[in-house]
């Protein structure tokens, strides 16, 4: 291997370390006078590989690398426009890294801040329900 | 047939006309709750739970529980639908008082879940239409990642219909009660 893969393996080996684990804020989400933004954890893995040889008397070299990540939110902010300071931000965090769990949980969050602005929830006691059963 | 008779009939007979267009109705919103399971089966499945938890957060029942209602409803309209048309075969043969009184006791009996629990229905009738009335700007709240543009065109165009098949079986119930309490 020559230099040239060396080369290559200190760029790859400064790409994971600038990408690995970085957090990044995503789209910022409005309702009422909320605002929610989620958190991105982006995971790069890199790889690299070369070769040399070939014929007698030709030069032959052959370098590759791969490069693959996963980008999977990881918590949601939520800013209140109308609570001042500190007291106004929430973070919630996400249990896991699983995109699936975090999507759930992203709007349970979200669905919840519709909620509360689209009216009071609706109880039902459970006699005005075997009522309605029994009709 | 007396006087008395004849007007007994005349608001029986408009009874079960009440009780067949209720119950058309009632298929309809039962066909609203069908349509509504089937939408949430299609959905995402982080999405579906959620969904599933605002009907029941906002009517105070599940989508199978509203199944199960307006099933009974069904059934029980049907009850008092033979039951009505007992009456009015009594009176219409000219039967004596005894089997008019019979058949218009079976009537009361048959029809007596459905008059207690009428205002309940009706009051959760209308906290369900208002709930599908609001549903078209919590659609449009739902981020664009989550719902795409022609599904969400499609719901927020099928609510009118849904509201109105919800406040029209509740019209019926209203009317079937106070035409139950005349003749029973």
Known sequence: MDDSNATISEVLANLQSIFSGVESLGKAV??????????????????GGGGGGGREGQKSTGVGFGLAGTIGPVAVIILSKDTPGAQGIQIHEFKTNKVGEALAELMLHLWEMIESQMGKR????????????NI | ????????????????KTCETAR??????????????????????????????????????????????????????????DAVQRVIGALTNEGDNAEVAASTAALKEVSGPLKEGADIAIEELETMARYIEGLPD?????????????????????????????????????????????VT
Request: charged share 35%; no cysteine; aromatic share 6%.
């Open chain 2, 24 to 81: 058309d109705s009632v298929d309809a919103f039962l066909r609203s709750i069908h349509d509504f399971i089937a939408a949430v089966e299609e959905l995402p499945a982080v999405a579906r739970p959620l969904v599933r938890r605002d009907l029941e957060s906002n009517t105070g029942m599940r989508a199978d529980e509203w199944k199960a209602f307006l099933e009974r409803l069904g059934e029980r309209y049907d009850a008092i639908h």
């Open chain 2, 1 to 16: 047939m007396d006087s008395q008779n004849m007007q007994q009939k005349e608001e029986i007979e408009s009874l079960l």
């Open chain 2, 138 to 182: 919590k659609i449009n709240m739902v981020p664009k990642a989550f719902l795409k543009a022609e599904d969400r065109g499609e719901l927020i165009s099928s609510m009118p219909g849904r509201v109105e098949r919800a406040r029209a079986l509740k019209q019926l119930l209203e009317k079937t009660k106070g035409e139950l309490s005349a």
């Open chain 1, 30 to 47: 409005e309702f009422g006078d909320k605002v929610a933004i989620p958190i991105y954890q982006f995971n790069f893995g890199t790889g």
């Open chain 1, 122 to 133: 609706q109880k039902l006691s459970p006699e005005k329900k075997e009522k309605l059963m």
